[in-house]
């Protein structure tokens, strides 16, 4: 039987430091050569996520911000993107600016994901800002945000759980858009994320199923915004460094992040031995 691998990054699959580890990356790519059907599913973009990516040999699609986009590593190129229309877009942004809050906007033209803010409000934010500033084509600062003529297809804010949950569930009402809430991996603040309802880790998890031919799905996850897709997956694993609300959904809770724990329990299922 064909079977699909899929794995979150962050607080999953890579290391605490946000890397892929290079026992990790030895014992994956080793497998892809002996046949392993491999990918991820993240809340990154391709340009947050190009290092890490770069670092497997991987050779079937990857998930991207959140089912937002599927990507083919090996021919570089975007098979599927969706956008949120732009008059819900609008609907998102009036919503932002309602409860004061300042937002990452991200498009998408020509191959290409643009940028834009209306002000960096916490260190999160700023962190955000400075790690990434040089590695799109286009960052830049407006004096307000509009969604006229652009294609939409992503907000991310980094803010407090008391800020966000009003807009999560405000946001959350709104037809023709989907949203996540969930505490960042690396700092002091809670992820909102929002994105076309017809983007999903599960219904990106399906489209990678569907073009390999595999017949199952096995799901590793760490978070909030990885419940849906593990438990649309035949089998499910937490690392147990995940939150409780996640481990408690799983099939098996294996080892944490910080020790290669998907990387070997791949190995022990794909192998039906243990990894040394």
């Known amino acids: 039987m064909k079977t699909l691998y899929i794995t979150d990054l962050d607080g999953t699959f890579l290391n605490p430091r946000g890397e892929v580890s290079a026992k990790s990356r030895e014992i994956i790519n080793k497998m892809i050569d002996d046949g392993l059907l491999f990918t991820v599913a993240t809340a990154r973009s391709r340009v947050s996520a190009s290092k890490i990516l770069d670092s497997l040999n991987l050779n079937i699609p990857v998930i991207l911000m959140n089912g937002v986009f599927i990507f083919d590593p090996s021919e570089e190129k975007y098979l599927s993107?969706?956008?949120i229309s732009e008059e819900k877009a609008e609907e998102v942004i009036k919503i932002f600016e309602k409860h004061d809050e300042t937002p990452f906007m991200f498009s998408f033209s020509n191959g290409n994901i643009d940028l834009e803010y209306t002000d960096l409000s916490n260190d999160a934010q700023q962190n955000f800002y400075?790690?990434?500033?040089?590695?799109y084509k286009k960052f830049q600062k407006v004096s307000a945000l509009s969604?006229?003529?652009k294609n939409i297809v992503y907000f991310a804010n980094l803010v407090s759980y008391e800020k966000g949950k009003p807009l999560f569930?405000?946001?959350?009402n709104l037809s023709g858009v989907s949203a996540v809430f969930y505490e960042d991996t690396y700092y002091d603040c809670w992820y909102l994320e929002v994105f076309s309802d017809k983007s999903s880790k599960p219904g990106g998890m399906e489209f990678v199923k569907e073009y390999t031919?595999?017949?199952s799905t096995v799901a590793f996850g760490d978070?909030?915004?990885d419940i849906a897709m593990m438990k649309a997956a035949d089998y499910c694993c937490a690392v147990s460094n995940g939150r409780k609300e996640v481990?408690?959904?799983a099939d098996k809770t294996i080892g944490k992040n910080s020790e290669d724990a998907v990387a070997k329990e791949i190995f022990n299922m794909f192998y039906g031995k243990q990894q040394d």
């Open 169 to 172: 569930d405000e946001i959350s």
């Open 81 to 83: 993107a969706n956008a």
């Open 213 to 215: 031919g595999a017949e």
């Open 147 to 149: 969604a006229k003529g």
């Open 223 to 225: 978070n909030l915004n």
């Open 130 to 135: 400075e790690e990434r500033k040089n590695k």
């Open 247 to 249: 481990r408690d959904i």
